[in-house]
């Protein structure tokens, strides 16, 4: 008979966003309320964007040439989360002896950096070729090891914005399964005008501050930033003496096959997801403390997952926390995992920005105050283009 599969539990978090440079400078915004945000004018239009602040920039990697600005949003909030779990400084000492792995999940990496070389090129120009050699060693999994001098398997996740919400999960399949000894899994995407014409191209943005499953939702404000969280066995986590702050208890992925871009109506792929993290935790919906939801502000988003949570979910609290950071794509699920593990930990959930009206077509809400939760189980969840489920159950850690 072979072993059980080993508790993966989250000794360390990280976590860089307009909220904040840290995870508790970000924590600390949320429960105060503060949305801090900058504005970008498209055509006579003022569109908020959640960027990272100056004074929070990842600076301390411009050493390294190739880790371009998504690579240093994914190494700053690596090191804090590294720093965290208490194996220090990661160029050196104990991590050098294991088997690191490194899963980091985006949407467009650097990929959309080179905006100057398009222009001077469409025009007929022959413009250097160092943001295309940029773009071609964007991947910032690799970044990360790189800077980290980390040796362990090495995966980058584009999935849309379910990417580091998958990232994390394929990093627990890891630890379970042998291949590596810790990983460090999130996921980190960058702020870009290109990125954000598309949207505003889509019709989903909206150019006033975003309002998860608010009435008058009418899309959502982008941003930036990374999140980060180390994994590694409960077993090794003790024997070093480590504090667990989460068990990873659950993980469900799956894809709707119904459009490009736009979530399936009727919820079902979402459901296959959730219900499969369920089934890896061994609960029901009942156990789960309250839902960190996708909650985007746009329409269908927001549609389908109020009426899913109506459905499995009818008296569980729910958190929207993009109404602080923005959305940040490929880097959303890991921020909200690291949120989501911190509200556990203290035991309640900020007001969710933006919401005020409730909408008839489903019950669910999100909490328009601070609120207390009891129970050792939440869950986050991703609902991302192309049909894109994934949903993540934790249970709390050593208080």
């Known amino acids: 008979m072979s072993d ?7 000794t360390g978090m990280g976590c860089v966003c307009a909220a904040g440079g840290t995870l508790p400078d970000t924590l600390d915004a949320l429960f105060a309320g503060r949305r801090r945000h900058g504005t970008r004018d498209v055509k006579g239009v003022s569109y908020p964007i959640f960027g990272i602040a100056d004074e929070d920039a990842p600076a301390r990697y411009y050493e390294v040439p190739e880790c371009q600005r998504c690579g240093r949003l994914a190494t700053h909030a690596a090191v804090e989360a590294f720093g965290q779990s208490g194996y220090g400084d990661k160029t ?3 991590l050098q002896a294991c088997r690191v792995g490194v899963c980091v999940g985006t949407t467009i990496g650097n990929t959309m950096s080179n905006e100057e070389f398009c222009r001077e ?6 413009p250097d070729v160092a943001p295309i050699r940029e773009y071609l060693r964007a991947n910032p999994a690799s970044m990360v090891a790189k800077t980290l001098s980390l040796r362990g398997p090495l995966q980058t996740v584009t999935n849309a914005c379910s990417s580091s919400t998958v990232a994390i999960g394929q990093a627990a399949d890891w630890i379970a399964s042998g291949v590596c000894d810790v990983a460090v899994a999130g996921g980190a995407d960058m702020l870009s005008n290109v990125t954000h014409t598309g949207f505003l191209s889509l019709m989903i943005t909206d150019s006033e501050l975003c309002r998860p499953f608010d009435l008058d939702r009418r899309g959502l404000n ?14 090794r986590a003790r024997a070093r003496g480590a504090r667990v702050l989460a068990y990873l208890r659950g993980y469900g992925n799956s894809a709707d096959a119904y459009h490009i871009s736009a979530p399936n109506p009727d919820g079902s792929g979402l459901r296959r997801a959730v219900l499969q993290a369920l089934e890896e935790a061994g609960l029901s919906p009942s156990d789960l403390a309250f839902i960190n939801a996708h909650g985007t502000g746009t ?11 109506d459905s499995l979910f009818p008296d569980t609290p729910i958190s929207a926390t993009k109404g602080y950071t923005g959305h940040t794509l490929g880097a959303s699920g890991a921020i909200e995992a690291a949120l989501t593990v911190s509200f556990l930990t203290a035991g309640r959930i900020p007001a969710s920005a933006g919401f005020e009206t409730s909408d008839p077509e489903f019950h669910t809400s999100p909490v328009s105050e601070i609120t207390v939760v ?3 189980y939440a869950m986050s969840d991703s609902v991302a283009f192309g049909g894109n489920n994934a949903a993540l159950i934790f249970e709390r850690g050593d208080t």
């Open 92 to 94: 050196g000492g104990v």
């Open 222 to 235: 982008l941003g930036e930033g990374a999140g980060m969280l180390v994994l590694e066995s409960e077993s």
């Open 299 to 309: 329409h269908g988003n927001d549609r389908v997952e109020g009426l899913f949570f």
């Open 4 to 10: 059980p599969r080993p508790r993966i539990v989250i």
């Open 374 to 376: 009891e129970g050792r």
């Open 121 to 126: 090129f469409l025009v007929g120009n022959y």
